[in-house]
């Protein structure tokens, strides 16, 4: 009996392979009554080769600010921002500035003085940091850094910020 087993099995594994390698050529019948015609398919695939500010890091330096005139206009300053693309390149793009808040306010960047934060400002609109900003790279992008103060007594002395710009391209 269990040779029988075997040999049924041994069969069913034989049929199985052999209704399967058969190639099948273009237009033949795979059920009755059916046809099948081939669907060409063909692209090039590419990384986007998108680059911000040339690959390199941005620095902004503000030198000395009046604490008494930090009203989150003055002492603005332009933070490095381009980007270059192929020109193939058809897709979209967003800027996302990833930060740690600033405890007074979440649009805020902390800076190591718990009283003053940067405010970010892209294309003439205030925007939220940890959050993806959609952009047109074929214009030209402008990005602002302001000092914003929290509304209560701000002490002299350095202060250092850093935040993260990420590209991502749709």
């Known amino acids: 009996m269990n040779s ?9 594994l034989l049929r199985c392979e052999m209704l399967f390698s058969a190639p099948i050529t273009p237009y033949e019948e795979v059920i009755p009554g059916t046809t099948r015609y081939p669907i060409n398919v063909s ?9 911000l500010n040339g690959e390199q890091e941005s620095s902004v330096n503000f030198g000395d600010i009046i604490i008494q005139l930090i009203d989150g206009i003055r002492f603005s300053k332009s933070v490095p921002f381009t980007v270059s693309c192929p020109d193939a390149f058809n ?14 306010d979440t649009n805020v960047i902390y ?13 003439g ?21 302001v ?7 701000v002490t002299a002395g350095n202060f250092t910020a850093t935040a993260t710009m990420v590209l991502n391209v749709r």
């Open 147 to 153: 000092p914003i103060k929290n509304n209560v007594n």
């Open 111 to 123: 800076t190591t003085n718990s009283n003053v934060g940067i405010k970010l400002i892209l294309n």
């Open 43 to 51: 692209g090039i695939i590419v990384s986007s080769q998108c680059t």
């Open 4 to 12: 029988l087993k075997w040999l049924f099995i041994s069969f069913a």
């Open 91 to 104: 897709g979209e793009q967003e800027v996302y500035i990833a930060a740690t808040a600033a405890a007074f």
């Open 125 to 145: 609109k205030n925007i939220e940091i940890n959050k993806a900003h959609n952009i047109d790279w074929r214009t030209s992008n402008r990005l602002i850094a």
